[in-house]
């Protein structure tokens, strides 16, 4: 549908695509639940994901971050192995297999052609696939033996944010669907939770203020910015540092909050921002010892919790959601601070320079 590509009242894409999640959200829970309203997937699939031993995600850029998140929602819930993969560097540095690999190919477009060599490679090879897509009929889709659909409508910005977002729901889909099929209790009900990071999701789109004062006030004048976070904060991290570096060419790296003192830190000067993830309760502490230890070297911290972890120097809390799940939403305002970012340097927000949409080429 034509319309549905339109920018509509939306200055960008990108915008429009960051306002699109909480719908999205509503599309894949009705989309992968059966009659009764609970969670249903292919039995194919769940017949391959109890079979395999192993799961290994294969994926480039945004997928590769949601890949990372994916392992633990697999690793978690269904208790199944998973190793993650960048496409480009699987085919020449093959780690050893399991005896029953299953292989989840992730991507937005269905069509990246380092993730398509690796597809090609393990067919050959024997081993089943199954491909997590946005794009119906795409390369990928066709040549994997099982496909799970994103139902995030098209995305047209080069930076992904729906499609991120829309990968993370469906990997948790497919998490709490295998655990019950490999008999394990999951002990909170999916359907619901998403329904909350739905709701969750709509209150961050209606506080773009905020983010735009934080892109304003933090990333105006800076060459560099981190991104810090423990557990999956980090992997939120890495996700939001390439959303910064993508669209507003700010040099941008996320890292792990332990690691920082390993090397990294030698790079704080006066006023370096440092985006800080404090979603998780295990490690609230850790990562605000690390705020402080940055702050102590002349950053300038901004640090972003969920509720019930907040502290007064918080710059902004997100809604409460189950702790497994937050990245759904602690991206939201990473992904709105580099649209503003972005604007205020005058960038092109939806084509950014030296990038395309889907990369065909090796
Ligand atoms: C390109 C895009 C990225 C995207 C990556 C993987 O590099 O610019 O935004 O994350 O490809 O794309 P895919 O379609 O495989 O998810």
Same mark, same amino acid.
């Given at each position: 549908d034509a319309s549905d590509i339109e920018k509509g009242t939306y200055p960008h894409y990108m915008l429009k695509e960051i306002d699109e999640q909480p719908l999205v959200m509503r599309k894949i829970i009705q989309n992968y639940q059966d009659g009764e309203g609970a969670l249903e997937i292919d039995s194919d699939i769940v017949k391959a994901m109890k079979k395999a031993d192993r799961i290994y995600i294969i994926a480039a850029g945004?997928?590769?971050?949601?890949?990372?998140?994916?392992?633990?929602?697999?690793?978690?819930?269904?208790?199944?192995?998973?190793?993650?993969?960048?496409?480009?560097?699987?085919?020449?540095?093959?780690?050893?297999?399991?005896?029953?690999?299953?292989?989840?190919?992730?991507? *937005?477009?269905?069509?990246?052609?380092?993730?398509?060599?690796?597809?090609?490679?393990?067919?050959?090879?024997?081993?089943?696939?199954?491909?997590?897509?946005?794009?119906?009929?795409?390369?990928?889709?066709?040549?994997?033996?099982?496909?799970?659909?994103?139902?995030?409508?098209?995305?047209?910005?080069?930076?992904?944010?729906?499609?991120?977002?829309? *990968?993370?729901? !469906?990997?948790?889909?497919?998490?709490?669907?295998?655990?019950?099929?490999?008999?394990?209790?999951?002990?909170?009900?999916? !359907?619901k939770e998403l329904g909350i990071v739905a709701s969750a999701m709509e209150s961050l789109t209606d506080s773009k203020e905020a983010f735009e004062d934080i892109a304003r006030e933090f990333l105006t004048v800076t060459r560099n910015c981190f991104f810090i976070g423990r557990g999956?904060?980090?992997?939120?991290?890495?996700?939001?540092?390439?959303?910064?570096?993508?669209?507003?060419?700010?040099?941008?790296?996320?890292?792990a909050g332990g690691e920082l003192k390993h090397g990294t830190i030698a790079l704080i000067e006066q006023g370096t921002p440092v985006i800080a993830l404090a979603t998780q309760d295990f490690v609230n502490l850790s990562i605000r010892g690390n705020v402080k230890e940055v702050a102590a070297r002349g950053a300038n911290p901004c640090i972003i919790s969920m509720k019930g972890l907040e502290t007064d120097e918080d710059r902004f809390v997100l809604p409460e959601v189950h702790h497994l799940l937050t990245p759904l939403i602690s991206v939201i305002p990473l992904q709105l601070i580099s649209y503003y970012a972005a604007l205020h340097r005058d960038c092109d927000v939806d084509k950014p320079r030296n990038l395309a949409k889907s990369v065909t080429v090796e």
């Open positions: 945004t997928s590769y971050h949601a890949g990372l998140v994916g392992k633990q929602f697999i690793e978690r819930m269904a208790k199944v192995p998973v190793e993650v993969h960048i496409s480009s560097e699987f085919g020449y540095n093959m780690p050893l297999l399991s005896e029953k690999p299953l292989f989840i190919f992730i991507s *937005q477009s269905g069509e990246t052609a380092d993730s398509r060599q690796v597809l090609v490679q393990v067919k050959e090879m024997g081993h089943p696939a199954l491909t997590i897509t946005n794009v119906p009929g795409s390369t990928l889709s066709r040549e994997a033996d099982y496909t799970l659909l994103l139902h995030a409508g098209p995305e047209i910005a080069v930076a992904s944010t729906k499609a991120y977002t829309a *990968q993370l729901a !469906v990997l948790a889909i497919l998490a709490e669907v295998t655990a019950k099929s490999r008999g394990f209790a999951v002990e909170f009900d999916l !359907v999956i904060d980090f992997y939120v991290g890495l996700e939001g540092a390439l959303k910064l570096k993508e669209i507003s060419y700010i040099q941008a790296e996320g890292f």
